[in-house]
């Protein structure tokens, strides 16, 4: 059975390098107009699939590149850093609803999920590909009680899934060794678009254009600098000079003027020559406005807030404080990507039994922020007039303290709608009748 499996697997990584080579060719074609032309639909199709897309602005646009924008890299950085760092407590099913789980899963999907990195890299890594590759992929290693040990990244590029009898397969290039894996053992977050094998990714689907007139404006300003941040000029001779003597002004102009380290020298100008402007400055051109749109444009394609990787000029629409920003920035942005990785994890570490499954812990974002965190619990322990709906237990463990005897006890008043009272000391002296009798 096995050796069957194995010619199979074999025959069709053959047809995939098979049809890899004829797309190398078709994106060779591509490069050279003359040998073969190609439409414009058949180039931006091929160009996608070897992740080499271009932007009608002209820069080329993929995982690697958008990076290299500002803006692109802190709306990922803040997102797959955000989700990173959020607990992953596990938890079991009870009677009454449901409680923390000492489980071994625990220390693979928070501390260590391989021997060679640590939780966080896993999941920031993880992230990262679903926002700049539109899927993500992890294979699950398990001992030989198919009990898994181990969570390892895969590269989007070294991944092909394809649908087989109505079940996901994977051919995976593992460090030079081909496997094939069956659905239950990868872990794989789609991104929005999804058509049930893979998924476009932000930048493809959405951005591609406003990342690539990102990457142009900051060439563009970088080359605008380099010379000196000055605009273009020509130098007017009222004679006819020779092509040599033309080149020769150029070269001397050239050598003694351009960069910025020259910039600061004044031109001296004989023989009647005059310089005239040709182009515009660099905010009349409005580099600096294109630049700062680009960044809002960016940050609107990845679900986040401007305010938040820096971009302030625009009022924020989610209201004022660190608590409100942060309930929005988790409802808005982080939870559709937060309820996807759950149902995977839940769905692929458990496939047989519901009792135990696993839960971002949304409040870790207040971390850091003591008088939003004292806030929360406030209201979550209950007090005068309110019903709580966290024990005292409950909020220390989220931070990491010991219980406390009777802190599993809610706190329920008997009217909570009623006014607390507060009573006036006892001066020790008799009041009303009292006093008049004695």
Known sequence: MFGRKNR????????????????????????NSDRAPVSTG????????????SSYAGPVVNAQTAMRSSAVYACVSIIAGAIASLPLPVYQRTDDGRERADHPFWWMLNE??????????????????KLLRGDAHAYIVRNGAGVPQELLPLPRHCVIAEKRNGRLVYLVDLDGEYLGLDQDDVLHFPSLGFDGVKSPSVISLAAKQSVGVSLAAEEYAGRFFSNGARPDFALSHPGTPTKAQVDLIREMWAERHQGPANNHLPAVLV???EVKELTMSAEDSQLLETRKWQVVDIARAFGVPPHMIGET?????WGSGIEQMSIGFVRWTLNRHLKPVEQELNRKLWPSSPRYFVEFNREGLMAGDSKAEAEYFTKALGGPGAQGYMTVNEVRRIKNLPPVEGGDTLYRPENPNATQQIAEPDSGQPEGDEALRD
């Open 313 to 317: 000029e625009k009022s924020s629409s």
């Open 8 to 31: 199979e697997l074999q025959a069709t990584l053959a047809a995939q390098a098979e049809r890899m080579a004829a797309l190398e060719d078709q994106l060779a074609n591509v490069a």
């Open 42 to 53: 058949d180039r931006e199709s091929i160009l996608e699939l070897f992740n080499v897309a």
């Open 112 to 129: 260590q999920a391989g021997p060679c990195f640590t939780a966080y890299s896993f999941w920031e890594y993880m992230i990262s590909a």
């Open 271 to 273: 023989g009647g020559m």
